[in-house]
C-alpha cells in the first residue's frame, strides 16, 4: 500500500479535481492507517467519513458490509455474529437515526429500504474485497444522491473500477464455528478500451450458537467500454444467494444461564404430537370417521425445532451506467438500474395458536384446514425495483452547477399463512393443499420521483467553498390485497396508499480553508422521507367493519445543523463536529411477542417530536518518535438524542469510543489491536430497562509483501480475531422495545490466505 491520504474521502464523493487543487498534502503514511481508518472528509461541505480500501482488506474474510460502518464516529452497529451476516441481527443508529433511516447508494444506485423482509440492505450486494471506499454522511447527504428513506444521513459504497491490467486473486480463508470461504476474481485487462472483471465468493459456516448453518454465495461482475478519457459506458451485475438458520432472541436472564441457548437440534423421542383417532376430515374423503385424527399433544417442545426456522434469498442487480462530456465544462451522467428480488421465511406455528385462528376462518367460510399440531410458517417476499438516475454538471466560471432527476418503480409482493405437516409434527413434510389459515397476500408498489438543483461556488480565491442545493421528493404508494387476518375475515381484498411528496428540501454548506493544513466547515439541510415501516403499518386492519380506515401515517421531516473543523498536518489528522438535529412524525419500532413464534414482532408507533445532539472527534495520529512505525486511531461521540416526553431513544447510548494501534515494522508486517466501547443504552422507550456498557478487543496480524525469505510478494496470510478477551454480554443486541436480545459472539479465530496475480 502506498501513503494514505485525506484526499481519498473527497474522490470517492467525486471531487477529485477540486480536492487535489485545494490541499495536496500526503500525510500519516502506512500500509494502514489503523482499524478505524476514517477519512474525514477533507474540503466536505458535511461531517464526511470513510472507511477506505486498506481496511476493507485487513477485515475478517466474509464480514457484513453493514458492520463495517462500526469503526466511524457516531454509528452504534450491533450485529449477530463475528461476521454479521444473520439478516435479523442488524442494528444501526447515528445521530437520531436508525438503519431504516439512512440512505445506502452503491456506485450511484440507491439501495432502497434495508428491511429484511422485502428490502435492499447492503450487506447482500457487496463483497469487501471489490469495495474501494464506504463514505459515510452522518448528518445531511448530497441533495444529488437518491433515497426515500434518508433522514440526513446516506452512506455511499463505492466499488473498485476495472483494471488496465490482465490479472486476478485467489483467497481462501478457514475460522472458528467451522467457517470456509473462498473468494476468487479475475480481471481481463484493458482490451482495446474494453475491461471486465468478475468475482465469486463462498461462504459456509455454523452458527456460534445452536443447530443450524450459513450458507452465502456471492457473484460480482462489471463490464466497461471507454470510448475516449471522458466517455464511457459501465455495466454492473450482483447476484446473491443466501441461506441460513435462525437463532432466538431472549431476555436477558435466558443468556445469563444459557450463554449459547439456541433452538433444538432434534424434536424428542417421544414426540410432540400423538395422532388418534378423531372428528377431522384429514385424508380428504368428505367423511369424518375413525380413518381421520385430532392431535394430542404428549409433552416435549413442539416449535423450538430448529429445521422449522430457515430464511432463503435469491437476490440480483443490474445496473447500466453511462458518462460523457457534451462540451469540456458540461458533463452527463446516467445510471439505470433493476434489482430483482425472490426468497421466503419459515417459522412455526403451535397448535393452540393456529387453532384459534383456523376457528375464525371457519367460521367466516374459508378454505382452511383443521391444524394438525405444529403448522408450517411460511412467508414469501419478492418483487422488482427499477429506475434511472441522470444528471449534469456544468462547471461556469467559479461556479460548479449540479442538476439532475431520480424516477424509480418499486414493486413488493408478501404473502403469510400456515400449512399443516404429516403427523402434525415438526419434522413432518409439508402438505402443501392442507392451509390451516391465512394471514397477508399483498403487493405494495413505490412510485419515487426526485429533482435537485446545487450550485457550488468557489469565492475568496478558492479559499471558501459555498454549496447550495435544493431537491424534491414524492413517493407514490399504494398496498393492495389481503392485509392482515381481518382481510380474509371481514372486510376482503383491500386497496390502500398514501402520496407523500415534499416540493422544498435545501440544503446550505460551506467549507473555509483557514490556512494549508486547517478547514472549518458548517451545513444546514431539511430532510423528508417515506415513513420507516409503511408495509408494516398500511398492513395493519381494524377488526372493526363500521369504523373509519384508520390514517395514514405521516411523512417523516427531519432539520440538521452541523459546524465542525478538519486538520491535515504532518503528523496527525482529524477531525471535530458539533450536531444538533430535529424531527416531528418521528416513527419508532416498537416490539410485541408473537405468541407463534414467541419473537419479537416490530409494529410502529408515531414518537411525534425527536431531537438530538451531540459531537463527534476523529483522528489519526503517527508520532515522529517512534520512527513512523506505530500509528493510532480513535473516534470519540456523545450523542443525547430523546423525544417530546424527555425519554431517551431506545437503543441509543450516549457515549460511544473506538479506538486502536497500528504496528508496522517492516514492509512484511502489519499488526493491530482496536476496540470498541458502547455506552449504556435503554431497551426501551421510557428508560425502565437500562443495558450496561461493555467494551471488545479484536485485532489482527497481516504478512506478506516485500521480504527477505524467498516468499513470493504477491502471496500474504493474515490472522483475525474477534472478541479477543472472550467478553460474555448477553445483552449486545436489542430489540428496541422488548428486551429481547441477542448476545455477544465469543472469542473468534480466522485465518486468510491470499495469492494476487
Known amino acids: 500500500m502506498g501513503a494514505a491520504s485525506l484526499v481519498t474521502s473527497a474522490n470517492a464523493q467525486g471531487a477529485e479535481g477540486e480536492s487535489e487543487a485545494r490541499q495536496e498534502t500526503v500525510v500519516v503514511e502506512g500500509r494502514r492507517v489503523s482499524t478505524a481508518d476514517t477519512a474525514i472528509g477533507l474540503n466536505e461541505a458535511t461531517n464526511t467519513v470513510a472507511v477506505t480500501r486498506a481496511e476493507l482488506l485487513s477485515a475478517p474474510g466474509g464480514i457484513s458490509g453493514l458492520k463495517m460502518l462500526e469503526s466511524l464516529p457516531g454509528f452504534n452497529v450491533q450485529t449477530d455474529g463475528a461476521l454479521g451476516l444473520y439478516e ?19 456506485d450511484g444506485v440507491p439501495m432502497g429500504r434495508s428491511d429484511a423482509f422485502g428490502g435492499s440492505p447492503i450487506f447482500r450486494y457487496v463483497d469487501n474485497e471489490n469495495l474501494g471506499s464506504v463514505v459515510a454522511s452522518p448528518g445531511a447527504g448530497d441533495v444529488s444522491l437518491p433515497s426515500y428513506a434518508s433522514l440526513g444521513p446516506i452512506v455511499s459504497y463505492n466499488t473498485v473500477d476495472t483494471s488496465d491490467t490482465p490479472g486476478g486473486m485467489l483467497s481462501y480463508t478457514m475460522g472458528d464455528d467451522n467457517l470456509e470461504r473462498s473468494f476468487i476474481k479475475l480481471e481481463t485487462g484493458n482490451i482495446n478500451g474494453l475491461s471486465a472483471y468478475v468475482s465469486r465468493s463462498k461462504t459456509d459456516s455454523d452458527l456460534w450458537r445452536g443447530p443450524g448453518t450459513i450458507d ?16 464511457f459506458i459501465k455495466f454492473g451485475y450482483v447476484h446473491n444467494d443466501f441461506f441460513d438458520y435462525d437463532s432466538p432472541s431472549a431476555p436477558e436472564s435466558t443468556f445469563d444461564n444459557d450463554y449459547y441457548y439456541g433452538y433444538e437440534a432434534a424434536i424428542p423421542e417421544t414426540g410432540c404430537i400423538n395422532p388418534l383417532p378423531g372428528v377431522y376430515d384429514y385424508n380428504g374423503d368428505g367423511v369424518a370417521d375413525s380413518a381421520d385424527f385430532t392431535p394430542i399433544f404428549t409433552g416435549g417442545t413442539c416449535t423450538s425445532y430448529y429445521e422449522d426456522r430457515v430464511n432463503i434469498r435469491d437476490d440480483s442487480l443490474y445496473s447500466l451506467g453511462f458518462q460523457t462530456d457534451i462540451t469540456p465544462n458540461l458533463i452527463f451522467k446516467a445510471t439505470a438500474y433493476q434489482e430483482d428480488k425472490d426468497g421466503f421465511g419459515v417459522s412455526p406455528d403451535s397448535y393452540s395458536n393456529s387453532l384459534g385462528i383456523y376457528n375464525r376462518q371457519v367460521a367466516a367460510g374459508l378454505d382452511v384446514v383443521h391444524p394438525r399440531g405444529v403448522q408450517y410458517g411460511l412467508s414469501g417476499v419478492g418483487g422488482t425495483r427499477k429506475g434511472a438516475v441522470a444528471g449534469l454538471e456544468w462547471q461556469l466560471a467559479s461556479h460548479k452547477v449540479e442538476v439532475g432527476a431520480w424516477y424509480e418503480d418499486e414493486d413488493y409482493n408478501r404473502t403469510q399463512l400456515r400449512l399443516n405437516k404429516t403427523n402434525g409434527s415438526a419434522d413432518g413434510d409439508v402438505i402443501w393443499d392442507e392451509v390451516a389459515y391465512y394471514r397477508r397476500k399483498y403487493t405494495s408498489n413505490r412510485k419515487t420521483t426526485q429533482f435537485y438543483l446545487k450550485d457550488t461556488m468557489s469565492l475568496l480565491e478558492d479559499r471558501l467553498n459555498l454549496e447550495i442545493g435544493v431537491k424534491t421528493l414524492s413517493v407514490d404508494y399504494t398496498l393492495k390485497g389481503y392485509r392482515d387476518y381481518n382481510d380474509y375475515e371481514v372486510f376482503g381484498p383491500q386497496s390502500v396508499g398514501e402520496k407523500y411528496e415534499d416540493s422544498f428540501l435545501p440544503m446550505v454548506g460551506a467549507v473555509y480553508d483557514m490556512n494549508d493544513t486547517d478547514q472549518v466547515f458548517a451545513s444546514y439541510s431539511q430532510n423528508y422521507a417515506l415513513p420507516r415501516g409503511a408495509d408494516d403499518i398500511f398492513s395493519i386492519a381494524s377488526t372493526d367493519a363500521s369504523t373509519e380506515p384508520l390514517p395514514s401515517p405521516k411523512g417523516e421531516e427531519s432539520e440538521n445543523y452541523e459546524i465542525g473543523v478538519r486538520t491535515n498536518r504532518s ?38 417530536k425527536t431531537e438530538s445532539y451531540g459531537f463527534e472527534l476523529s483522528g489519526v495520529f503517527q508520532p515522529a518518535f517512534l520512527n513512523d512505525k506505530v500509528y493510532f486511531d480513535g473516534n ?9 416526553s424527555g425519554f431517551v431513544l431506545a437503543d441509543s447510548p450516549e457515549w460511544l469510543v473506538t479506538g486502536g494501534v497500528t504496528y508496522e515494522p517492516t514492509e512484511w508486517l502489519v499488526a493491530n489491536i482496536s476496540g470498541k466501547y458502547t455506552g449504556k443504552r435503554f431497551a426501551d422507550y421510557t428508560e425502565a430497562y437500562e443495558m450496561d456498557s461493555y467494551a471488545v478487543l479484536s485485532g489482527y496480524l497481516d504478512l506478506g509483501g516485500p521480504n527477505d525469505f524467498g516468499i513470493p510478494e504477491n502471496v500474504s496470510l493474515r490472522f483475525n480475531v474477534d472478541n479477543l478477551l472472550d467478553e460474555e454480554v448477553p445483552t449486545a443486541f436489542v430489540f428496541a422495545g422488548s428486551a429481547f436480545f441477542r448476545p455477544l459472539n465469543p472469542r473468534t479465530f480466522q485465518a486468510t490466505l491470499t495469492v494476487r496475480f
Open 636 to 644: 470519540l461521540t456523545y450523542n443525547h438524542a430523546e423525544d417530546e
Open 88 to 106: 435479523f441481527g442488524n442494528s444501526v443508529t447515528v445521530r437520531a437515526f436508525n438503519l431504516q433511516q439512512i440512505g445506502f447508494v452503491l
Open 571 to 608: 503528523q496527525f489528522y482529524g477531525s471535530a463536529a458539533l450536531f444538533y438535529t430535529t424531527f416531528d412524525n418521528r416513527l419508532v419500532a416498537g416490539s410485541v411477542i408473537n405468541p407463534a413464534t414467541e419473537q419479537p414482532e416490530a409494529f410502529y408507533i408515531n414518537a411525534g
Open 216 to 231: 452465502r454465495e456471492h457473484i460480482e461482475g462489471k463490464i466497461k467500454y471507454e470510448f475516449d478519457a471522458d466517455t
